[in-house]
């Protein structure tokens, strides 16, 4: 599916506003900010209170506060105070003895006067169960790269008392040990848990629900992160499944924006809110694509535990029985022997629902992970009409053993990460203090636990990793979703893309030393993370005392990473434009690849416009960045020594500055475009579907119209059919004369019709399926600034009806298009294998195997 580089602003008008649940914590959860002297408010207006009064004694205990907040903690409460524990000490707080808890504790391991936080080793008991033995959360968090640590457990109803005594106390196998804790939340919960089918023996099960159980990973599978007030009650976090996902076949990530939502018909509405049910992530929708790779996710855990797996389904495109039908491995076993259909097991589209599988774990030391794996089920009988796997959330429990015990050993961090540990200590001289704060932790990494983040797993060619004595994994945690295998930077220590680069590219950029990079970005601090592509992370940082950079930094299982690497170099050394994002320099050290740029402080177009979690751009703003970017473009077309195309215009290549200046970004899949002499170059097709020219697509011919197709993120499937494709949309409702449809309800009555008229003539001709009938970037340039000077000029005509169609003199701007109606407008809907329609709609919709 096509769009033009125009319909970025009709996206703009396709914005659906997802209800969002507010719901406040239970009436008798309990919430301590321990060691703190007066109840407080986190973040998300949360009050916790001081934790005395569940304590019967303090003796041997005493509140403290940590001397420096490090910037990835989500609030100042309850992380900056402390109870500091020299002797056991029990903590009592009133339950319903046949009611579930979820019991949390939050651990800061900071500095916290002459106290050493590298000597703090304890055990953590609660109504007879181990919970944590000889835990040490500096080392848990230094070997996670997290500042802070959460650990979740649910508890199971303990019958015979109405008090739950949770213990903690220091370990007597170290000099000096004591225990600490920042946070402590109790909150009442229904029976969550049920009884599970054990994958690999159809006729055994285990009981969750008498189970005590600690919480490894809680996953909104394809959406955001979902904090505790957005939970629906139960006060959880639900986190990014990004980080967990193992090789490259990462699939596609969708969201459905339909006003009906969520139906919770037979299941109680706290097993998972709205915002999990609402996203996922399928395999794709060509066959030839899906059913050639596995869609993976992997933990890494404990052995010699039994685990409980929560998969959470909602249906939204599909309303009939094998029509998604798949297959569901677990460990490299079938978990589904008949198969999984989420409309089977729901009855109905949008309709939610969960499954839950059990797996034990040998005491092996190759047996430390979990697999999951989703495979379309490729059979005659039935034979599905869509080959496709799809998952919404996913939840991971560990079961309490025999003997109550649900500890496990704190992980060793890795030589790679004790290298970088000392990497950062060089430059990091001046703290003296006897340990640094643990560093550098994002909100997503800091979930539950020591497993819940061993979970994020370096890519794996073919060969185990080295393991550690311990038998905790050798790990340094990299996201996992690299559309590409792995691929060294250097050979013989050597440098390959500084050997690739051009003298004159080389001399043109500043040369960073790692330490440098480091430096600037606390140790590539996951707090500075301000974006993830498929080069790499970006993360915020300062250079020479001040200045503020963006530093994107190579994913080393990115095979095309050395590529896009030099060829971003080589592009931007040589381009200086107000409307291009401007390189400072690069840094090749160590296998690490990073590249510095300006920081844009306002992000990038697609979070304005319909990621809505930023400023509602006025029309106006919306025509000056487009006409920004546009002018990029055009210098890249014609400005430059060659034509250079950039291969993959979209909203989150577009970046805005803190003047709201457009600046084009991301040339590691840039190709330079033809001479005089050629009308096209042949090339692979690259970019991201849904932005591509179809030309270019079909034909593998390059040109400079390719880039005067760029939208929304195109493929949308959770939209009615008819609006999966913005293009195809935008022009149904052109010919219909039903522009209201695409009209953000934001700017209804502040658009001048005149200047409407002109935009949606500009963006119809972008629409073209053949390059030679779409306008040049100049043209395109000319039309764009035409369409605002009439915008700062015309008359609004407010509360006008502006989208019941057309303004009445469009008929004749469009008997005024180099292509005639016909052609432009009544082939969108043809089913001719040449009519871009045709081609994209078969990548959304397959028709064929």
């Given amino acids: 599916m096509h769009s033009s580089f125009f319909a970025i602003l009709l996206h703009a008008c396709l914005l659906f506003d997802l209800v969002k649940l507010s719901l406040s914590d239970p009436a008798d959860a309990i919430a301590l900010a321990c060691g703190a002297s007066n109840e407080a408010t986190d973040a998300d207006d949360r009050k916790w209170e001081p934790d005395d009064k569940y304590l019967p004694s303090k003796e041997k205990s005493q509140s403290v506060r940590a001397q420096l907040q490090d910037p990835s903690l989500p609030s100042e409460v309850p992380y900056m105070t402390a109870r500091i524990i020299n002797a056991e000490l029990t903590y009592k707080f009133p339950i319903n003895s046949s009611s579930r808890y979820f019991l949390r504790f939050h651990f800061y391991p900071a500095v916290y006067g002459s106290f050493n936080i590298s000597n703090s080793y304890f055990s953590v008991k609660a109504g007879g169960f181990t919970l944590l033995n000889n835990f040490s959360a500096a080392i848990t968090a230094e070997a996670l790269t997290q500042a802070y640590i959460v650990k979740e457990y649910s508890l199971a109803p303990m019958e015979s008392s109405d008090t739950l005594e949770v213990v903690f106390k220091p370990s007597d196998k170290y000099p000096d040990s004591f225990a600490f804790v920042n946070g402590i939340e109790l909150v009442p919960t229904p029976d969550i848990l049920d009884s599970a089918k054990l994958v690999g023996f159809s006729d055994q099960s285990i009981d969750g629900k008498t189970a005590t159980v600690e919480t490894m990973v809680r996953l909104n599978v394809g959406g955001n992160y979902v904090g505790p007030t957005k939970d629906s009650g139960l006060l959880r976090t639900w986190y990014d499944d990004t980080p967990y996902l193992f090789g490259a076949g990462a699939g596609v990530t969708s969201s459905d924006n339909a006003t009906n939502g969520v139906e919770y018909k037979g299941l109680p509405t706290y097993i998972a809110p709205d915002d999990v049910y609402l996203t996922w992530r399928s395999m794709g929708p060509d066959p030839n694509v899906t059913l050639a790779y596995n869609l993976t996710w992997t933990f890494c855990v404990d052995p010699t535990f039994s685990y409980i797996i929560r998969l959470h389904f909602c249906e939204h495109i599909y309303s009939k029985v094998n029509q998604r039908f798949f297959n569901i491995f677990i460990n490299n076993q079938t978990a589904t022997p008949n198969g999984a259909d989420v409309i089977g097991w729901s009855g109905a589209k949008d309709v939610p629902v969960y499954k839950d599988f059990a797996v034990n774990l040998p005491n092996e030391e190759d047996k430390r992970e979990i697999l999951l794996q989703l495979h379309p089920r490729d059979t005659d009988d039935p034979k599905p009409e869509y080959y496709d796997a799809i998952l919404n959330g996913l939840e991971l429990f560990k079961l309490s053993d025999g003997n109550k015990n649900l500890a496990g050993p704190n992980p060793i961090p890795s030589e790679a990460l004790v290298k970088a540990e000392e990497n950062r200590k060089d430059f990091k001289a001046e703290d ?186 006025s029309w106006k703003q919306r025509l000056e960045i487009v006409i920004g970017a546009a002018k990029g473009l055009h210098y890249l077309h014609t400005g430059a020594k060659y034509t250079i195309i950039h291969r993959d215009v979209k909203t989150t290549n577009i970046l805005l500055d803190d003047n709201w200046i457009a600046k084009v970004s991301d040339f590691g899949l840039s190709k330079t475009g033809p001479d005089m002499n050629q009308t096209h170059v042949s090339t692979v097709v690259k970019g991201s579907f849904g932005y591509l020219d179809p030309e270019y697509f079909r034909r593998q011919q390059l040109t400079e119209k390719s880039d005067v197709l760029c939208a929304r993120p195109a493929l949308n499937p959770s939209l009615p059919k008819e609006q999966v494709s913005l293009a195809d949309w935008a022009l149904h409702c052109v010919r219909k004369g039903n522009i209201d449809d695409i009209i953000d309800h934001n700017l209804k009555g502040t658009i001048k019709p005149e200047c409407l008229t002109k935009y949606v003539d500009t963006a119809v001709k972008c629409l073209s399926d053949h390059g030679v009938d779409r306008p040049s970037m100049s043209d395109l340039l000319w039309n764009l600034e035409f369409a605002l000077q009439l915008q700062d000029n015309g008359d609004v005509q407010k509360g006008s009806d502006t989208g019941k169609g057309l303004p009445s003199n469009v008929s004749m701007h469009l008997s005024t298009l180099e292509l005639d109606d016909e052609d432009l407008i009544g082939k969108s809907s043809s089913t001719d294998e040449n009519s871009n329609t045709a081609i994209f709609s078969q990548i959304v919709r397959p028709t064929g195997r």
């Fill in 432 to 617: 003296n203090s006897n340990i640094k704060v643990i560093g550098a932790a994002s909100g997503v990494a800091a979930a539950f636990g020591v497993l819940a983040a061993v979970v994020v797993v370096m890519y794996r060619k073919k060969k185990k990793m080295p393991r550690t004595k311990s038998g905790t994994s050798s790990w340094l945690p990299v996201y996992g979703n690299s559309h590409t295998s792995g691929m060294k930077s250097t050979i013989g220590g050597s440098s390959v893309a500084s050997a690739q680069l051009s003298t004159e590219a080389a001399a043109n950029c500043r040369h960073f030393t790692l330490g440098e990079i480091r430096k600037a970005t606390k140790n590539f601090d996951e707090s500075h993370v301000i974006g993830v592509g498929g080069f790499g992370k970006v993360y915020r940082g300062v250079i020479d005392g001040s200045f503020k950079v963006a530093i994107k930094r190579s994913n080393p299982s990115s095979e095309q990473g050395v590529n896009e690497f030099v060829t971003e170099i080589e592009m931007l050394s040589k381009l200086r434009h107000k409307h291009l994002v401007s390189l400072i320099g690069y840094c090749e050290e160590d296998g690490e690849m990073a590249l510095v740029y300006d920081y844009m402080a306002r992000g990038t177009l697609r979070e304005h416009l319909y990621k809505g979690n930023k400023t509602i751009l």
